[in-house]
């Protein structure tokens, strides 16, 4: 999914404009489509890797923009997100290509469905999550519950766990990935799915801390320590399993981050940990989504009760943190930069790295990914707006995904060979 796909026309007139669609049907038969209009060459050739796009979803020259300028097709409910469900089964992406530079209102997808559109050539593209050979491990010892994904071939690799957020249920795609990259990897569930508890009263890190001492255990992982990584309640939990488990925990990614535990305590030893969120401070767009961002207030960090706030100053491992400026479910530039304050405050700053994107939201996923500006969120039946813009989401999210291998490597004590 992370590799670029170079499309090339020919046969076509010189100087002939035509449009290049691109749709999906995701595993809820959710439909998402991008369109770029091009100009073919004095030979009659387009190749979308070195020509620009005179309009559309996208304009320039942007290779993998009919991927990431994705939005849902016309005639479906608000707030679909594009997110791979099943790994072991490849997008399946059409291309079509169309005289003339066209935009039509009811979308190509619908266009087609009516046959009043009709394509000059057409062609599939898959993309997969998980490279050939990449191992696909159910999960189910003690209370643990998630997925293992391995790389092909025998020896150790560097262990991952990864964690999504208040979304709940096993998501596998940014593990499966991970994993064509050279990465043992968890991903790992800690609620809604399986025998878990339906909902988060509490977040007890006595089952993280299971969880990382089973994989550091793997027979197929590097001995010496794990990385974690994780995303929104997943990023606050990477957090607290870095600063509670020195001893295992060796490197760590947090993206879109509080430092105040928010929602949902944390149960730390039998003691149950503060949290703070005012949900008052919501405030809600024309067409009823939610922005969260000043649900927690990052004018004075002092206000909080000790309680509330992650300690990060415990954490003895490297640190990056990636966070969006248009983040606008969360303050987390701001969160960012106080972790970095309180890390520097006892010595520890040369451990703290921060990526921060202009023009990015809340969820920065690998790349290629269509951007999600807002959403439905199905644990809290609402729709959420988390920011960013198409062009710049993009970008960030293209160099945070390598950043990210390029700091595990790093930091886990091994080099990693990728299957992709």
């Not at 091009?38 to 979308?48: E, F």
């Not at 050539?121 to 159910?138: Q, T």
Request: hydrophobic letters at 40%; charged letters at 20%; proline letters at 5%.
């Amino acid at each position: 999914m992370d590799r670029k796909v170079k499309i090339c026309l020919s046969g076509l007139e010189a100087g002939q404009a035509v449009t290049l669609h691109a749709s999906v049907v995701g595993d809820a038969n959710e439909i998402f489509e991008s369109h770029a209009h091009y100009v073919a060459d004095k030979d009659g050739k387009i190749d979308n890797s070195t020509d620009a796009s005179h309009g559309g979803s996208y304009v320039g020259i942007e290779q993998m923009g009919f991927l990431w300028s994705m939005t849902q097709a016309p005639g479906q409910r608000k707030g679909l997100r594009l997110a791979k469900k099943d790994v072991t089964k490849p997008y399946s992406i059409q291309l079509n290509c169309f005289d003339g530079h066209l935009s039509p209102k009811d979308g190509f997808v619908n266009c087609l469905a009516r046959n009043s559109l009709q394509p000059i050539v057409s062609s599939v593209l898959e993309k997969w999550y998980m490279a050939e050979g990449v191992k696909r491990i159910p999960v189910r010892e003690g209370r643990i519950r998630g997925t293992l994904f391995l790389p092909p071939g025998s020896g150790t690799f560097p262990g991952v766990i990864d964690m999504f957020g208040t979304a709940g249920g096993l998501i596998e795609f940014k593990a499966s990935l991970l994993a064509s990259h050279g990465f043992a990897v968890l991903s790992l569930a800690y609620f809604a799915y399986d025998d878990l508890p339906k909902y988060l009263p509490f977040c007890e890190l006595e089952y993280f801390e299971e969880a990382a001492d089973w994989l550091v255990k793997h027979p197929a992982v590097v001995q010496q320590g794990i990385g974690v990584m994780g995303v929104s309640k997943g990023a606050e939990i990477t957090l607290m399993m870095a600063a509670n488990r020195t001893d295992i925990v060796k490197a760590i990614v947090p993206i879109s981050t509080s430092l105040v535990i928010s929602a949902s305590a944390f149960k730390v030893r039998g003691q149950l940990s503060g949290t703070y969120y005012d949900s008052s401070k919501a405030t809600m767009t024309s067409d009823g989504a939610l922005i969260l961002r000043d649900c927690i207030p990052v004018d004075d960090f002092n206000q909080f009760e000790p309680s509330c706030v992650i300690p990060v100053e415990k954490i003895d491992c490297p640190m990056l943190i990636i966070c969006g400026e248009d983040d606008l479910d969360l303050a987390a530039v701001e969160m960012a930069q106080e972790i970095c304050t309180r890390m520097n405050s006892c010595s520890k700053g040369d451990l703290c790295s921060v990526l921060s994107y202009p023009g990015t939201g809340h969820l920065i996923e690998p790349p290629y990914a269509p951007h999600c500006f807002a959403s439905y969120h199905k644990g809290l039946k609402a729709n959420f707006v988390w920011g960013g813009n198409t062009h710049d989401h993009a970008k960030a999210q293209e160099n945070s995904w390598q950043k990210i291998r390029e700091f595990f490597m790093k930091n886990l004590g091994q080099s990693c060979k990728s299957h992709l």
